[in-house]
């Protein structure tokens, strides 16, 4: 004789706990693994930086619809920021470039850079991977420049 079982309100009751504790297991891993790879912080004010990022972007269309450009590169330890006008390299004030890697914080630099051969040149020693690299100058007749690019070394 055939022996059947029947689903009781025991069974269900431990099916639905091990559905509610599946979830809460993943959602509690998930928030341990994001509070310990970024702070979550973007900025100190949101209202003052969105009056800021106005005024760069703003700039940036002005820059754009004079033609300058910038080309950002990573030769042989030296970031190399050529920022040009049609073609012919700008004469800039206080040029520096902010290194980071897209998450974490934990590798930051800013680095100086000078008019170098090939444009502004900063030395620094960049590990394998993505970075993002933030360059800004004083400001200019056209604004200050601000101009974020993502590289990838190699």
Do not use: C
């Not at 993505?130 to 601000?146: K, M, Q, Y």
């Amino acid at each position: 004789m055939a022996s059947t079982s029947e689903f009781t309100g025991r069974h269900m009751l431990l099916v639905t706990g091990a559905f509610f504790g599946v979830v809460i297991g993943v959602n509690a891993l998930m928030a341990v693994s994001a509070s310990r790879t970024w702070t979550g912080l973007v900025v100190d004010n949101s209202y003052v930086a969105s009056q800021e990022f106005q005024v760069k972007a703003d700039a940036a269309h002005r820059q754009d619809a004079a033609g300058w450009t910038m080309d950002i590169a990573y030769r042989d330890g030296r970031l190399i920021v050529r920022i040009a006008e049609d073609g012919e390299p700008l004469d800039l004030q206080e040029v520096q470039a902010f290194v980071r890697r897209p998450v974490g914080g934990h590798d930051d630099i800013t680095v100086p850079l000078s008019p170098g051969p090939s444009g502004y040149e900063g030395a620094v020693t960049l590990a394998s991977g993505v970075w993002d690299i933030t360059v800004t100058t004083a400001p200019t007749a056209l604004g200050a420049i601000e101009r974020e690019t993502r590289i990838t070394v190699r």
